[in-house]
């Protein structure tokens, strides 16, 4: 029984599929009618779509320069010996000074794998965190390099949070105001550290 049902659609589609008659007027309109309600609204789901991701696109670069921004600023940080920071003359919230004022010599101690401090002199060494003008846009620059990326610093600001003077412990603050100069959308994103 189910085999004759199935013969007989078989048939019919067959002598469907071969008709030379072509369609009619009713099932063209049928057809752009349906179409008509289907297209816009997957249209208007794909258009939706698509500018969500651009969107999370955008937030993502503008946190990955921030982030990479922050991450070198600690390399540095963490390569170059300071003793304290001092605000840039004149005052700046876009400036910062890290001063390096001794430097300790070290000998090894009876062929051992450790060291010993023989002697200090006194350097004034000193590196300047700041956020410069790079062409239509700011950039930060850590002792005159420059820390590049494709968004804009315009706005940022690096500020510090000293406990004595000379300034040898303070928190250090980075408020970043990152835009991108093919969109429309700027991120406040904020580092702090303190050493």
């Known amino acids: 029984m189910i085999e004759n049902t199935v013969r007989q659609l078989m048939e019919k589609l ?14 063209l ?4 009618s349906i179409s008509a309600i289907l297209l816009p609204v997957t249209y208007g789901a794909m258009i939706t779509g698509y500018k969500i991701y651009e969107k999370v696109s955008i937030d993502a670069q503008l946190r990955e320069d921030a982030d990479y921004v922050s991450a070198m600023v600690m390399k540095k940080l963490y390569s170059y010996p300071f003793d304290t920071i001092e605000e840039c003359v004149p005052a700046s919230t876009t400036c910062v000074k890290f001063i390096n004022s001794s430097a300790l010599s070290v000998a090894s101690y009876s062929g051992k794998s450790f060291y010993q401090v023989e002697d200090e002199e006194i350097v004034n060494d000193e590196q300047i965190l700041q956020l410069v003008q790079i062409g239509e846009k700011k ?3 850590f002792d005159g390099e420059i820390i590049t990326t494709p968004s804009d ?3 940022s600001v690096i500020t510090s949070t000293c406990t ?6 303070a928190i250090i603050q980075l408020s970043y105001k990152v835009s991108h ?12 550290f303190g050493f």
């Open 29 to 32: 309109l049928l057809t752009l």
């Open 181 to 192: 100069p093919n969109f429309d959308k700027t991120l406040n994103l904020e580092s702090s």
């Open 153 to 155: 610093f315009t706005g």
């Open 164 to 169: 004595s003077k000379p300034c040898n412990e």
């Open 139 to 141: 950039q930060w620059s």
């Open 14 to 27: 067959k002598a469907k599929i071969f008709d030379n008659r072509g369609t009619t007027l009713i099932e």
